[in-house]
């Protein structure tokens, strides 16, 4: 006899459908209204009239906007790089026997329950209070300054960035290191892969899928970097650490900018589509090439 198939509860659907629904309301119509008046000359309130492409060209004729576009690429690829070298080194470290491992975990994932904005706060804070004090003691000049206040503020920033962002990229890979399975490096033993050529022979490929999340995963974030930014500079000293999402924000709600900088708000917008696709698919082909 044909088995029945297995009916799903109503009450499923009603939630599914309400969550669809909040989702829909909140960013959705959110967003195609955001769309919308990117094409108009709304200034957040009043009136409006359709302009066509005019913001749009306003966006590429802005000097600041374009710098801002400049220091947000740097930003991204700088940090990207970064944050995922040290982070598949601190699991490969942290996957090992070592004691307290666990404990150890806790630590390094405690900066992202902290929140971007918090953390900006602390480190506001540190190095604009307790480290000058420090480096003038010690008669270091680098240290004696606050690294925010100067031409060297985006380091201070990518510093800050990458402390925070290691937690999730590092939980991410140490998920993908034990789901390898033992075997493996058995057999790779016994083929006389050992150390570095186990790890980039065995162990790097079979985590490419990993690699692959985190790389999109933490180019999307950084493109979009506000949080950091506003909390430690503010976009400053002048524009010089003012990312795209920053200036969207300085721009449109403080300097009557509000249609011109919802185009750019769209424009970011799908520079994050088309970068976050062609990450996937390139190394979505490097997995195939792996297996």
Not at 8 to 28: D, K, N, Q
Not at 96 to 101: E, L, M
Not at 107 to 112: A, G
Request: glycine content about 10%.
């Amino acid at each position: 006899m044909k088995k029945k198939k297995r009916q799903i509860e109503p009450v499923y659907y009603i939630g599914v459908g309400i969550m669809a629904l909040l989702f829909f309301v909140f960013h959705t119509y959110s967003f195609l209204k955001g769309v919308f008046y990117s094409f108009t000359d709304w200034r957040g309130y009043g009136s409006w009239n359709f302009v066509g492409l005019r913001n749009y060209f306003n966006v590429f004729r802005d000097k600041d906007i374009l710098t801002a576009y400049l220091f947000t690429f740097r930003f991204t690829i700088i940090c990207t790089v970064l944050v995922n070298v040290i982070s598949l080194l601190l699991a490969c470290a942290l996957n090992a026997n070592i004691r307290f491992k666990n404990f150890i975990k806790g630590i390094y994932f405690l900066p992202y329950m902290l929140g971007g904005l918090i953390v900006g706060f602390i480190f506001n804070f540190i190095f604009g209070n307790l480290i000058p004090p420090i480096g003038q003691a010690l008669g270091i000049k680098a240290l004696s300054t606050n690294i925010l206040g100067t031409n060297h503020a985006m380091w201070g920033i990518v510093f800050v960035t990458i402390w925070a962002g290691c937690a999730f990229n590092t939980l991410i890979y140490i998920a993908g290191l034990q789901s390898i399975d033992t075997d493996i490096y058995e057999a790779a033993a016994l083929d006389g892969a050992h150390g570095l050529s186990r790890f980039l022979k065995v162990t790097f490929p079979l985590l490419a899928p990993s690699f692959t999340i985190n790389m999109v995963l933490s180019a999307k974030g950084y493109l979009m970097v506000y949080d950091q930014i506003m909390a430690m500079t503010g976009g400053g000293p002048g524009n010089s650490t003012t990312s795209v999402a920053v200036m969207i924000y300085k721009k449109g709600f403080g300097g009557g900018q509000f249609s011109v900088q919802t185009a750019n708000a769209v424009v970011l917008f799908l520079i994050v589509v088309i970068i976050s696709v062609f990450q996937l698919r390139f190394l979505e082909k490097r997995e195939e090439k792996l297996g």
